[in-house]
């Protein structure tokens, strides 16, 4: 998203009284049993889906800046945070998550053009600090600092790309959470910047040309001002930007008007010859590939994977020889070698053959193979010979999860992060001539982590899959039923980033009051390869919904917890999840936290990136698709007169990958529906969007807004 200042932004924490909200929204507030809510109109909006006429009274919401909206929001907001502020341990628990986010870290170590470059953070700063460094253990100065750009800390820095040659650094700024980026380039030397700037970018990265003084970018057509962040994203182009040049003269290079959704994500292989192109066709298990020759003064676009039948990633090459990792016949992932001289598939060469764990990421770094598998649920890193024998497994110190960073095929060494649900990320260095790890930096906490424990287990789903789970609590931990328990869960997109490993501050504080951490790794997810992820999709939707309400059984049957202890909590495709199961088991659940979420499953497509998702969940413009749409939607299948747990809605103003309507309408509905005294609220950040940058001070309030309304719904007590 951009610098734009919407209107829910820059009025939503006005001290409005309640004369003029109600004025806004509705002559009389209805009440619904402790809380008075504001009432949102109802507006006669009937919509025909193949025969079908559907019902959408709360359409005017979906529009973040008319009068209307503002006040409902104003209003909203100003009864959750009475809510939140009447709670005794709210201020102790803000106390207890300053503490925990106080510890030093490190993140994003990689090599580039002779020089080390890392973020760093001293505990409580809102935004990591880039460092460069001439060597490992030398030292360090300031390259950029994202702080330094807005008091609030609400400017991120979402991405940075340097040079080969080490001199220039592109680096892209988001603002208030936005996933739109302005791009920039500073002279590593000086710290000073070029007046080079990049707009309507978003989703992915930059690559440098061969002579380090152009990048390759994605952009979208220039949205209408009131519409940057509503807009639907489409016919995007690819574009070379030289360094000194303003945009207006950048040289377009490969666009298809004929395909509005296609993105297009470049890199530049390391020999400097090709410039592949992963097509992005809306399907999050399978793309496109093509490349270019950049030898011959004119390049002529080679349609090397035109069938979409795999998952296709470039990771190196030798000559004319790509190796790419890809599922087309395998749908754990293998590694085949093509040679594009002579590109059909019955020529393609396979390096290494699908393993039962499923293949994540792979380099081709020093005439080596380093790929890292997820292995039920967790990493583990192993290295091969170029002929695909494997060499060796890279020892870890945990169960947890890995991620590399980039590094090139003349390289000697590969970085990587290790982290866990109690250790945040320690940086290694893997050298390639011993094949041994080293930590080079490591967090340090604030907390003995040896005081908890991680356990995994599986359970069986409403048809009987096998799932995993994972279960992070205090040791000595009683099975009396009584654990309040927070169980999170994703189910998507080809996605195990949600599920894996990952360092929670709150996570800390939660089982300090006692609390158990659940996470469910649900079908939908890239866990165990494509056949997990086709499992959880389109028609086969409800597994999702069907492995986490398991789930929930599970952890009561077992003692772990009950319903009254029981808290659910999930974002984005995850808030889908929420608000799906609130509806098909809401005796199950004693709370539940719903955030930034897709809940209106028949219009979602009309908005931002949304239409990229319909290969995933399916368009309600295709009849048979409707039918099962309707079925779930959470916005569609709340029943009036059902005693719906305590709910708390989460969402942002500058969310422009899930709009905040989503939740908006959600919120209405829901309210409007509550059967029971449980408290239905929704909470709508200011100068935030869907996660990314989100700077730590909002992180500390959101947790402890969450925290506090868990203590009160699952009664749990933080003198522990």
């Given amino acids: 998203m951009n610098k734009n200042t919407r209107g829910i932004g820059a009025v939503l924490w006005l001290a409005l009284s309640a004369s003029w909200v109600a004025a806004q929204t509705a002559s009389e507030p209805e009440k619904r049993g402790p809380i008075v809510y504001p009432v949102a109109k109802k507006v006669d909006i009937v919509d025909d889906y193949h025969g079908i006429k559907v019902a959408d009274p709360y359409r005017w919401l979906e529009d973040s800046d008319s009068p209307e909206t503002v006040a409902w929001v104003a209003a909203e907001n100003r009864i959750a945070m009475t809510y939140l502020d009447s709670i005794p341990a709210r201020p102790r628990i803000k106390e207890r998550l300053t503490t925990l986010y106080n510890y030093e870290r490190y993140?994003?170590?990689?090599?580039?053009?002779?020089?080390?470059?890392?973020?760093?953070?001293?505990?409580?700063?809102?935004?990591?600090?880039?460092?460069?460094?001439?060597?490992?253990?030398?030292?360090?100065?300031?390259?950029?600092?994202?702080?330094?750009?807005?008091?609030?800390?609400?400017?991120?820095?979402?991405?940075?790309?340097?040079?080969?040659?080490?001199?220039?650094?592109?680096?892209?700024?988001?603002?208030?959470?936005?996933?739109?980026?302005?791009?920039?380039?500073?002279?590593?030397?000086?710290?000073?910047?070029?007046?080079?700037?990049?707009?309507?970018?978003?989703?992915?990265?930059?690559?440098?040309?061969?002579?380090?003084?152009?990048?390759?970018?994605?952009?979208?057509?220039?949205?209408?001002?009131?519409?940057?962040?509503?807009?639907?994203?489409?016919?995007?182009?690819?574009?070379?930007?030289?360094?000194?040049?303003?945009?207006?003269?950048?040289?377009?290079?490969?666009?298809?008007?004929?395909?509005?959704?296609?993105?297009?994500?470049?890199?530049?292989?390391?020999?400097?010859?090709?410039?592949?192109?992963?097509?992005?066709?809306?399907?999050?298990?399978?793309?496109?590939?093509?490349?270019?020759?950049?030898?011959?003064?004119?390049?002529?676009?080679?349609?090397?994977?035109?069938?979409?039948?795999?998952?296709?990633?470039?990771?190196?090459?030798?000559?004319?020889?790509?190796?790419?990792?890809?599922?087309?016949?395998?749908?754990?992932?293998?590694?085949?070698?093509?040679?594009?001289?002579?590109?059909?598939?019955?020529?393609?060469?396979?390096?290494?053959?699908?393993?039962?764990?499923?293949?994540?990421?792979?380099?081709?770094?020093?005439?080596?193979?380093?790929?890292?598998?997820?292995?039920?649920?967790?990493?583990?890193?192993?290295?091969?010979?170029?002929?695909?024998?494997?060499?060796?497994?890279?020892?870890?110190?945990?169960?947890?999860?890995?991620?590399?960073?980039?590094?090139?095929?003349?390289?000697?060494?590969?970085?990587?992060?290790?982290?866990?649900?109690?250790?945040?990320?320690?940086q290694y260095r893997l050298d390639l001539g011993t094949n041994k790890s080293t930590p080079v930096q490591q967090s340090r906490l604030s907390f003995d982590p040896s005081r908890y424990e991680i356990q995994q287990i599986f359970y069986a789903s409403k048809d009987g899959t096998r799932i995993p789970m994972s279960l992070v609590h205090r040791k000595g931990m009683k099975l009396d039923g009584r654990n309040p328990t927070v169980l999170y869960g994703y189910g998507g997109f080809n996605v195990n980033i949600p599920g894996t490993p990952i360092f929670q501050p709150w996570y800390i504080a939660w089982m300090n009051m006692g609390g158990l951490v659940a996470v469910a790794n649900l079908r939908g997810g890239g866990e165990y390869g494509e056949e997990w992820h086709q499992a959880g999709k389109q028609v086969r939707k409800q597994n999702v919904f069907d492995d986490f309400i398991a789930g929930a059984e599970w952890l009561i049957a077992n003692h772990y917890s009950s319903t009254p202890k029981l808290g659910i909590f999930g974002r984005s495709n995850g808030g889908l999840l929420i608000g799906a199961c609130l509806n098909q088991r809401p005796d199950l659940f004693g709370a539940a936290m719903p955030a930034v979420g897709v809940m209106d499953m028949l219009r979602f497509q009309k908005f931002t990136v949304g239409a990229e998702w319909v290969d995933e969940y399916g368009s309600s413009d295709n009849a048979a698709d409707f039918r099962i749409l309707r079925a779930y939607s959470p916005l569609h299948n709340i029943q009036p007169g059902t005693h719906y747990p305590a709910t708390l809605i989460w969402t942002a103003d500058h969310d422009d990958r899930v709009v905040p309507g989503h939740s908006f309408k959600y919120a209405a509905a829901l309210q409007e529906a509550q059967g029971g005294r449980a408290p239905i609220l929704i909470r709508i950040e200011t100068r935030a969007g869907h996660g990314l940058g989100t700077p730590v001070s909002k992180l500390i309030d959101e947790f402890t807004d969450r925290l506090a309304f868990l203590t009160r719904e699952l009664g749990v007590t933080t003198d522990q």
């Fill in 107 to 426: 993140a994003g170590l990689h090599k580039e053009g002779g020089r080390y470059f890392f973020q760093h953070n001293a505990g409580l700063q809102n935004q990591d600090v880039l460092y460069v460094a001439q060597t490992l253990v030398g030292k360090q100065r300031v390259l950029l600092d994202a702080n330094t750009l807005r008091t609030d800390g609400t400017a991120a820095l979402k991405d940075h790309v340097v040079s080969p040659d080490g001199k220039l650094l592109a680096y892209a700024i988001g603002d208030a959470g936005s996933d739109w980026s302005e791009w920039h380039i500073r002279e590593v030397g000086t710290g000073k910047d070029l007046p080079d700037l990049i707009r309507w970018s978003k989703f992915f990265s930059v690559c440098w040309t061969p002579d380090d003084r152009a990048f390759y970018y994605l952009r979208f057509p220039e949205p209408k001002t009131d519409e940057a962040l509503t807009a639907s994203n489409f016919f995007s182009k690819l574009y070379l930007h030289r360094v000194g040049e303003p945009q207006s003269a950048d040289q377009l290079v490969y666009d298809r008007p004929d395909q509005k959704q296609w993105m297009f994500a470049p890199e530049i292989s390391d020999d400097r010859k090709y410039l592949i192109m992963s097509v992005n066709v809306g399907d999050f298990g399978r793309n496109l590939l093509f490349y270019q020759n950049l030898r011959p003064k004119e390049s002529q676009t080679i349609e090397l994977i035109r069938e979409l039948n795999g998952r296709y990633d470039f990771i190196g090459n030798q000559g004319t020889v790509f190796y790419l990792l890809t599922t087309n016949g395998a749908p754990r992932g293998r590694i085949v070698a093509v040679d594009v001289s002579q590109p059909a598939p019955e020529r393609w060469k396979e390096v290494i053959a699908q393993q039962n764990e499923s293949m994540d990421v792979a380099q081709f770094v020093n005439g080596k193979f380093v790929v890292s598998y997820t292995k039920d649920v967790f990493s583990e890193i192993k290295i091969y010979r170029s002929d695909g024998r494997l060499i060796r497994e890279v020892p870890l110190p945990g169960i947890g999860r890995v991620e590399f960073a980039a590094a090139h095929q003349r390289d000697s060494e590969v970085f990587f992060s290790f982290s866990s649900f109690t250790s945040p990320e320690i």
